[in-house]
C-alpha cells in the first residue's frame, strides 16, 4: 500500500527497484496497520531440524549457503 501512494505521489520518478524507494516514508504511511513492530534476534539457521528423517545433501560448515534453504 505505502509503495502505490508513493508511486501515485511521485509519477515522475519512473519504476524504481524496492531498495531504491524511501523506506522511512512508506512504514510511516503503513505503520497504523501494522501494529507493534518489533525486531529479535534468534538463533535459528536453515539447518535447524534438518537431516532427522532422511540425509540431504547441506553444507554445514557455513549454514546460510542458498543450498541449505529448502524451497517447498
Not at 520518478?13 to 531504491?20: A, I, Y
Not at 513492530?37 to 534438518?50: E, F, H, M, S
Request: charged share 35%.
Amino acid at each position: 500500500m505505502g509503495g502505490v501512494v508513493w508511486a501515485m505521489k511521485n509519477p515522475d520518478r519512473d519504476v524504481l527497484d524496492p531498495d531504491d524507494l524511501p523506506y522511512e516514508e512508506i512504514l510511516r504511511m503503513c505503520r497504523p496497520y501494522l501494529g507493534e513492530v518489533v525486531g529479535v534476534y534468534g538463533d535459528w539457521t536453515p539447518l535447524a531440524d534438518r537431516g532427522l528423517l532422511f540425509e540431504e545433501d547441506l553444507d554445514r560448515d557455513d549454514p546460510w549457503q542458498f543450498k541449505n534453504f529448502r524451497v517447498v
